[in-house]
């Protein structure tokens, strides 16, 4: 999509394939553009040659079959000699705030220290005994540090004797896969979920009450394109998790308006933006925001990369992707 909208607007593109970079990687060699051109990556997404490559680099050595969770950390230290070994002048986003984007607690500092509104983190969190030793009723997200697309992502409602969690985690057995279901899981089947995204590094967030329309609780993705909110789309679901291509539906900015007034939709704005401002060198990024129920309080969920893919949703008269290449040109 992101080609056939440059051709459209002029411009040529061309494509390097993951494999041939990690090749360079393996080999001790740099991937450099020439400086004429504009670095675009997108993400490895769930092709099995390419993880177990990543993770190989990374030091884990045992493949990972389809929609498999282990090992993130090898993941992510493959994929940080993947970029790492990647040179260009020119970047929508550079490959070191990619890294940063994927890393969900650098990623809150970086968003923390520049005043951003988040949700509250409980740390120094590793088992499940811990967050029973709270000594009172809590619900929490539990999110793997490195990761995205709500992959083992957990909420959480743990008292002293009663433990659940929703996820799109599938158990088999003693291993953990993804899946494009949510489930409920009670018991000990929700510790020993919790007790295994935990030991993968992960960060453990209050649960943050957000606002709801007809259709269920909602969260905001707005596309920042050079620091500004342009490209919006409300995710509205019945479950925790409000990611679009686990089933949930689409709400619409009027409905927004309706229910919580013009005022709500700019502090969500706000919000975005201001994780933008974090990010002052990268040309785009999709910024997840959450309103509370009186819509008073706007806060960033998560900040992603590869958050751009908004089908139907024009800012402009514009894709995200023309948008964006339109507005690089304009630079």
């Known amino acids: 999509m992101f080609c056939a909208d440059a051709k459209r ?142 992959s083992g992502v957990l909420a959480c409602s743990i008292k002293k004797n009663f433990v659940k969690c929703i996820t799109s985690l599938e158990i088999n057995g ?23 995204v935990l030991s993968e590094g992960a960060v453990v967030e209050k649960w943050f009450p957000k606002a709801t329309l007809k259709m269920g609780a909602f969260d905001l993705r707005i596309v920042c394109i050079d620091g500004k909110a342009a490209h919006k789309v409300v995710r509205v679901s019945r479950s925790p998790m409000t990611n679009l291509h686990l089933g949930n539906a689409r709400g619409t900015l009027k409905q927004v308006e309706e229910r919580l007034g013009t005022q709500a939709i700019e502090r969500a704005i706000a919000a975005a933006e201001s994780a ?23 806060i960033v969920l998560e900040v992603n990369a590869f958050g751009d893919l908004l089908p139907g949703i024009l800012y402009n008269g514009q894709s995200t992707y023309s948008e964006q290449i339109s507005s690089f040109v304009r630079k």
């Open 174 to 196: 003693t291993r953990f896969f993804n899946s494009l279901k949510m489930r409920t899981y009670v018991g000990k089947d929700a510790e020993k979920c919790i007790n295994f």
């Open 9 to 150: 607007l002029g411009h040529s593109t061309s494509i390097t394939p993951y494999l041939k970079i990690l090749k360079n990687v393996e080999q001790g060699e740099t991937f450099a553009l020439p400086n004429a051109e504009i670095l675009r990556l997108e993400s490895p997404g769930e092709d099995a040659v390419i993880n177990g490559k990543l993770l190989e680099l990374g030091g884990a050595f045992q493949a990972l079959s389809r929609g498999e969770v282990r090992d993130q950390i090898a993941w992510m230290n493959g994929f940080s000699k993947l970029l790492n070994s990647i040179q260009a002048k020119h970047a929508f986003i550079s490959p070191m705030d990619i890294r940063t984007m994927f890393d969900k607690l650098e990623m809150y500092e970086r968003l923390k220290s520049k005043g951003c509104p988040l949700p509250e983190r409980l740390p120094s969190i590793s088992s499940i005994k811990h967050l029973k030793e709270i000594g009172k009723p809590i619900r929490i997200f539990i999110k793997p540090r490195y990761g995205s697309s709500a």
């Open 276 to 298: 933008a401002a974090a990010f002052p060198l990268a040309h785009y990024m999709g910024v997840d925001v959450a309103l509370n129920p009186s819509g008073k309080t706007a």
